[in-house]
Structures are given as structure tokens and as C-alpha cells.
């Protein structure tokens, strides 16, 4: 199909649609829309051969391993349809409601996914917001009839809070069609900016400093465009679909662009950040209140601010955020005296205190010095690569076996067998067996030192163990390092995807 047809069917004076201009042959973007037309239904697109190939799937996306739903291709749209929600006038085709469900890529698992699609089967994975994992499309008899069918593991649905929210927006059905959306020219949301990182250190150096609060959650770069808001891990992986009540707040801003670098936290009952408190949120689906510091302002209405002063950057987002009981708070400056502030910061039970030198400009990614952190309590994150067997009543598992990378190989660190819940060991082990391998990952287990075995495993214990391919990294709490380089007293606080596995190495102030 050419966008011949998609052009025929609307008037573009009186729909807000974009206008198929031309064909856009790079990438391989995928969007599945929420519509509103005469009966609900989603439009499932793959951009393929330059435009998007499209299926309107009635009664949504499949789940359940195997599972099938009907999927009736229709005409193609342009690229520029990927970005399209609001309301499409009555009268016009697909009158209603759109909304933009899940947005992201998709890997075709062969070589051609222009041929697969025209000999009619094409098996693809999908890396979006909401849905992650294989499908297939199937074509049957009729020419334009597909099945649509899950071809992974089984998914958990997305919930009813995700599904009526839009993932580049965070409004719902309801105030998409409310609010139509006026056709006029979209401006591109900022480029991500890798989020510049502090130096752990014992005492501060010479210097003037400025302190504020660490936080315990996921850091975040938050950006708001004029029709599109998204929440981006550190390692630049969306995190909207997870936290729609901070996109939509994000969306209510008052700046047309703005980029700012913060911290998703839930906070405990008193007013503390708790990383196992957002774990029980984003794995239990507890109802935590959650909230978005923002500490540093990178980007607004067009300006950057990254070679502004601390200080200019600080006046500045505290202007944009007048509410500091909303979703997203501002991150104040506590003042520049480590000592009383530390003394206070662990009063509270905090876990530290972050310094920015002052007058000092934002360096993207980097760790500098210009920024450092003051812990009071232990904590990181650390590479799985296995786990013991139960003992007891205990269900699921024992203890994970935890190590970091130095050099490129993973190294053990010891285990941790506290910090879980009766739900979370079962949602674990669940994950855990489906990346086994044969093999330990370890390059120090066992111990190559004639007499030693498992560095706190029993030779029984060692060959007992379930080893996993080390890809899942977990936040760690523990007392300290041992003379040989083991955690004592590690407690499991939660997995984190923020961070790649290879980039997880030992901390060392």
C-alpha cells in the first residue's frame, strides 16, 4: 500500500491528523493507539518500507503465551502518525478519540521484515513503554485479516490506571477528547542529556560547597515538549508508562519545553524516601504516593542552562515548580556546613547528603569532582548471578549471590538472604529461572586458593547452587566490607533496570 489511500480518506483542513508528505524509510518504530471511533479499538503500527503498517486489533493486545486476537490491516499511515493523539472531528474518518497507548521500537527477528510481512508471517519483538517481548502476525485467507499473537512468555496486563493513560501526554480518554488538539506546528522534545553523576567521598575537599538531600530512588531525567512529556532512566530507558501519575503532572507544567534532572522517590511515613517502598510500588502495585525532586534545571523554553552557575540553575527551576506539595517538588539547597547538616541528616535517618561546588556548571555524564556524595549508610547496586536453594519453610529461594564487575569479569560479593517479602521471593524466583545457565558466572567462585571453597559457601552449598546469566542488577543495603572483600549483613532492598550490569562496579570512596 502507498499513503495514496491514508490521503484520500481526510480532509486535512478539518482534521488535526498529519498530512502524508512523504515516506520516512529509517528506523524500525512501532505505536499502538487507543481510538475512540464508533466502537473502541487499538491500531497496532509497524513502520515498515517507509510508513507505518497498520492493523486496527478490536479486543486489544494479547498477553497469555499463544494467545490470538483478530487484527484487520488497513491503510497504511505516515511516520509522523506515531506522535497523533487528540480528537479527530465527527464526521470525518475514524471520527473520536486517540490516544497514543504505547509507543517505542520493535526488532524484526528475521532478516526482511518488509518480505516476512508480504509472504504473509512476521515474528518481532517489541521494546516500547508498556509492552516488551515477541509477537507474531499471521495473515489468514481474507487478504486484509491477520491474528495478532503473543509469542513469549506469558505478560502481566497492563493495569487499568496504564491502560487509560497516554505514554507521551499522561491524559487520559476522557481529557484527550475534551481538549481537542488545535492543528498547528509540533515542536521536538530536547534531546536527552546523560545525567552527570557525583564522586563518594569520605570528608568534603577545600572548596565552597552547596549540600542538599540524597535521595533513595531512581534517578530521572524528566522532559516536557509541547504536546509530549517522558520520564527517562539514567541510561536513557523510558520510565512513563511505570509512574503516569508524574508524567501527568510533568505534562501540567507552566513551560512549553523544560528538561530537568531529579529523583523518583515514595516516601515513607516520615517524609523519608524509601527504595523499598518505590520496589513495592512498581512489583506489588502498592498504592505509594510518588514524587519527582528535581535538582537541577538543564533546558527551558529553548534555553539550556547547562553552562549556567549551580546557583542560576537552582533560581531558575525553583520558578518553575511553585507547588511544593504537587507530584513534582524542587529539591532545595540546605546550605553550605557539612558537619551539622550530616549530624542532622542522620537524626532523620537519611541516607546521606549530595555537594555541588558552587558557581559550577552541569557536565553531562561525567564525574568530575564537581559534584560528591556523603553517605551515612552503606548502600549499592550489585550484579545477580545465582541463588541457594531454601531452607526451612522458606519458599522460592534462599539467599541471592551478589558480585560487581572489575576488569570485565563479575566478581563475588557475598549473598543476601534478607529484605524480601512472601511476593516478592515468588516474583524473583519467577525472573531468576527464566535466565538460568548451567554454569557459575562467577570468575572468583570457587576460590582458586588451595583450601578454600565458596568464600562463605560450603562445597554441599556451591554445588547446590542455581547460577543465572548476570544480567539483573538489585539495590543492596549492608553494614560494611569485610578485610576480604565480602558485604556484611547485606539486606536486599530491590531490582533496579537503571543501570546496565557491566556498569556495576565496587564503590569506593
Known sequence: MSLEAYRRKRDFQKTSEPAA?????????????????????????????????????????????????????????PVAYANFEGEIPKGQYGGGTVMVWDKGTFEPLTRSAAKDLKGGKLHFVLHGQKLEG?????????????LLIRGGKDM????????????????????????PVAKRKRKPLP????????????????????????????????????????????????????????????????AEEVMMDGEIVALDEKGRSSFQLLQ????????????????????CDGESFLSKPLEERKARLEKLIPDSNGPIRFSAT??????????????????????????????????????????????????????TEPQGTRASFGSLLLGYYQNGDLHF???????????????????????????CPFVNLPAKERGRWGQGLTKTEFKRCHWVTPTLVCQIKFAEWTKDGKLRHPIFLGLRNDKKARDVIREAA
Not at 40 to 64: E, M
Not at 359 to 374: D, N, Q, V
Not at 413 to 437: D, E
Open 280 to 299: 513495592a510500588f512498581e512489583s506489588e502495585g502498592t498504592d505509594t504516593p510518588l514524587f519527582f525532586y528535581a535538582f537541577d534545571l538543564l533546558e
Open 334 to 387: 540546605l546550605g553550605g556546613d557539612e558537619k551539622p547538616l550530616l549530624a542532622e541528616a542522620k537524626k532523620l535517618g537519611l541516607e546521606g547528603l549530595i555537594g555541588k561546588r558552587q558557581h559550577s556548571r552541569y557536565e553531562p555524564g561525567r564525574r568530575s569532582g564537581a559534584w560528591i556524595k556523603l553517605k551515612l549508610q552503606s548502600e549499592q547496586e550489585f550484579v545477580i548471578g545465582g541463588y
Open 191 to 254: 534531546e536527552f542529556v546523560e545525567p552527570m553523576k557525583a564522586k563518594l567521598i569520605k570528608t568534603s575537599p577545600n572548596g565552597d560547597w552547596l549540600y542538599e538531600i540524597k535521595f533513595d530512588g531512581w534517578r530521572a531525567i524528566a522532559i516536557k515538549g509541547d504536546d509530549e512529556t517522558r520520564l527517562l532512566s539514567r541510561n536513557n530507558k523510558d520510565l512513563g508508562a511505570k509512574f503516569p501519575s508524574l508524567l501527568k503532572a510533568l505534562s501540567e507544567l507552566k
Open 21 to 77: 508528505k512523504s515516506h520516512e524509510a529509517n528506523g524500525h518504530r512501532f505505536v499502538i493507539q487507543k481510538h475512540a471511533a464508533s466502537r473502541l479499538h487499538y491500531d497496532f503500527r509497524l513502520q515498515i518500507g517507509g510508513t507505518l503498517k497498520s492493523w486496527a486489533v478490536p479486543k486489544g493486545i494479547p498477553y497469555q503465551h499463544a494467545e490470538k486476537r483478530l487484527a484487520v490491516q488497513v491503510e497504511d499511515h
Open 413 to 439: 560479593a557475598g549473598r543476601a538472604g534478607t529484605g524480601f517479602t512472601q511476593k516478592s521471593l515468588a516474583v524473583l524466583h519467577k525472573i531468576l529461572r527464566g535466565i538460568s545457565r548451567a554454569t
Open 134 to 146: 515477541e509477537w507474531y502476525l499471521v495473515r489468514l485467507r481474507t487478504e486484509d485479516q491477520w
Open 156 to 179: 502481566k496486563p497492563v493495569s487499568k490506571r496504564q491502560d487509560d493513560l497516554s505514554v507521551i501526554s499522561g491524559k487520559t480518554m476522557t481529557q484527550l477528547a475534551s481538549k
